[in-house]
């Protein structure tokens, strides 16, 4: 089989292929960045859920302070002083009261001289610029937050430093009324929340989505090569058969063609070939009154009998006829094969045993033809054994068929044979014409049934035959519409 030929038969498929893994290979980088906007959305989200808590936190701080701290230190001093150890203490009392129920890592509030006043990190006390841009916005009453992250560079170009914390800065302002903050700037408020935890816990959970991506795309990717490789040989399988079968109709054809074209000339040998063997046998007669001895008349003739049957086999095989379809019993069929055969069989020395089941039904068929088909097989069975042998032949019936066994002893047919031997012209012997068994097989498949050889276990082949119960033509179902009208 041209490997060219096959290669554009499964072309499609490849291509079907290329884009099935092609798909896969998107789908899962889609998925990833999908994951990495999700991740980011969540981020996003995060942060404005944590500056949002910052803004309560520091809203209910400055009322606190103003209400808690610095009217009364006013009232009863006079000016505010938190280097005054009394006055820090009243102060840290107000701040870590308010913020205890909250999650708040550092509280710090500077002067209007961007100088830190108070902290949770008594270090930081006292020191001066250290708001930056944070701070210069708070004290024109600007609320502001900022991301500060530590980590190696991996880290922060994935997105998830070791370290995040959020500072937001606002303005601590003075209360006009209760419970609403909008007096002039007192000073800015400072908080730090640590977000590493909350980081960590969408980073975990992106890699968990990520590692499922993973698996359920790697058990698809499975799947779709197991998938894919089962098609693969399935098409390929179909693209072999259909060529085989192409090339079996192309060398059907040919045959045909051949047959048809020998079959006429074998037509037009047969007449010559019989004025010939009449003209030798009017030649035998008038030789054996003068030289009784000359065998050359009888050479003719013998020659041109086997000529005779070779054309005879060849017509049968290239345009075989149709069955003339009647009621008959094969154990009767090859009991008049044995009948005809049985002065060969004493000769030789062969023995036939005969296998009948009991109550045989009868089939339609044509009993000439399975007589021809049952004569041929015995004689090569006859013929794999020349010194004699035993030849068994079994017929039985069941599931709506008739099977017909020949079981020989001789060598039995070579394996790399067994599928030649319907081949016309195939032959081992020196006289065959490699077609009686291709005439078997024509005549037991237009009855509707099968032929198969095979090789004993032990010594020699044994040769299956099936034929239906009944075979219906339309020429039975006209003879029997007829004889019911007649009737």
Request: with cysteine.
């Amino acid at each position: 089989m041209d490997p060219k030929i096959l290669e554009e038969k499964i072309k499609p498929f490849r291509l079907v292929k290329y884009f099935a893994f092609s798909g896969l290979i998107v789908i899962f980088l889609v998925t990833l960045i999908l994951t990495l906007l999700n991740t980011h959305w969540v981020k996003s989200m995060q942060r404005k859920k944590s500056e949002d808590y910052a803004h309560v936190m520091i809203e209910n701080l400055n009322h606190q302070v103003f209400l808690q701290f610095i009217i009364p230190v006013v009232m009863m001093t006079g000016k505010i002083q938190l280097s005054n150890q009394e006055q820090f203490e009243r102060m840290d009392k107000v701040v870590r009261s308010t913020m205890h129920s909250f999650k708040v890592e550092t509280v710090n509030i500077y002067s209007m001289d961007n100088k830190i006043s108070y902290s949770f990190d008594l270090t930081m006390i006292g020191r001066k610029n250290y708001g930056g841009t944070g701070y210069q916005q708070a004290r024109m009453a600007k609320w502001n937050s900022k991301l500060a992250q530590r980590g190696n560079f991996l880290q922060i170009l994935l997105g998830f430093p070791k370290e995040v914390r959020l500072i937001t800065f606002a303005p601590l302002r003075q209360e006009s009324k209760v419970g609403k903050i909008s007096g002039r700037v007192l000073g800015v408020v400072e908080i730090v929340q640590d977000l590493s935890e909350d980081y960590k816990t969408i980073f975990n959970i992106q890699i968990l989505v990520i590692i499922t991506c993973t698996v359920l795309m790697g058990a698809l990717f499975v799947v779709l090569v197991f998938v894919v490789k089962r098609g693969e040989g399935i098409i390929q399988k179909r693209a072999m058969e259909r060529l085989r079968l192409k090339e079996r109709l192309a060398h059907a054809e040919r045959l045909s063609s051949m047959g048809e074209m020998a079959a006429g000339i074998s037509h037009e040998i047969r007449n010559p070939l019989g004025i010939i063997r009449s003209s030798a046998e009017l030649l035998k007669k008038k030789v054996a009154k003068v030289d009784p001895a000359n065998t050359i008349p009888d050479i003719i003739v013998e020659e041109a009998s086997r000529l005779n049957r070779i054309i005879t086999d060849f017509i049968n095989y290239a345009k075989p006829r149709n069955p003339n379809f009647a009621g008959c019993r094969v154990e009767e069929v090859i009991d008049k094969n044995i009948t005809f055969l049985e002065a060969q069989i004493n000769k030789q020395g062969y023995v036939i045993k005969k296998n009948y089941q009991n109550s045989l039904p009868e089939i339609m068929a044509d009993s000439t033809m399975l007589y021809q088909s049952f004569l041929n097989i015995l004689i090569n069975s006859m013929q794999a054994m020349p010194d004699g042998g035993r030849i068994l032949i079994e017929v039985s019936t069941g599931d709506h068929l008739v099977t017909v066994h020949f079981d020989d002893e001789g060598q039995g047919i070579p394996p790399k044979n067994l599928e030649k031997i319907w081949d016309p012209f195939f032959t081992t012997k020196e006289m065959g014409t490699g077609l009686g068994l291709g005439i078997v097989k024509n005549i037991i498949e237009s009855h509707g049934g099968s032929i198969q050889i095979v090789n004993r276990p032990v010594l020699g082949a044994r040769v299956t035959i099936e034929l239906p119960l009944k075979q219906k033509t339309d020429d039975t179902e006209d003879v029997s519409a007829t004889t019911a009208d007649s009737n």
